[in-house]
């Protein structure tokens, strides 16, 4: 039986009782290793989500200008079905400022010809302040191209 005499002697030559130590051990470890896994796992998702807006909002805009009836119309119609792309994956911006339309002959819905859209998002980084601005960049830029052809068969208007 260990007196409190005993137990003394021991601490003072380094030989101290450990039981308890492997469980701090792992707790400090497991905090250091998953907190940054965890920021990972958020930054990807929500890069990846931006990546869906991206495609879809590109493909959503070039078909809306292919169908409309005057490359105006089709503009209009793009915004629109760009925004409702944007907004489905949780980003707010202005869908007019994000996207780019440019045909491939004038006028623009000639049969045969190609209608591009482009759409440029800019992702902030969660959970970063602003003094670290100068050592992380905050944002990250992702865009998306799609092209759709004019039916060759359309009608002239």
Known sequence: MRTVLDLGRRVARGQGDDSGNAVVEFLGLA???MVPLVYLVLVLGRLEAASFAAEGAAREAARAVVVADTFQEGTVTAGA???IALRDQGFED???DALTLRCSSTPCLEPGSDVSARIDLTVPLPFVPGFVRHVVPLEVQVS???????DAYRARR
């Open 144 to 150: 998306a191209e799609r092209v759709a052809p004019v």
């Open 31 to 33: 905090l250091v290793l």
């Open 94 to 96: 202005d869908p007019i």
């Open 81 to 83: 079905a760009a925004g």
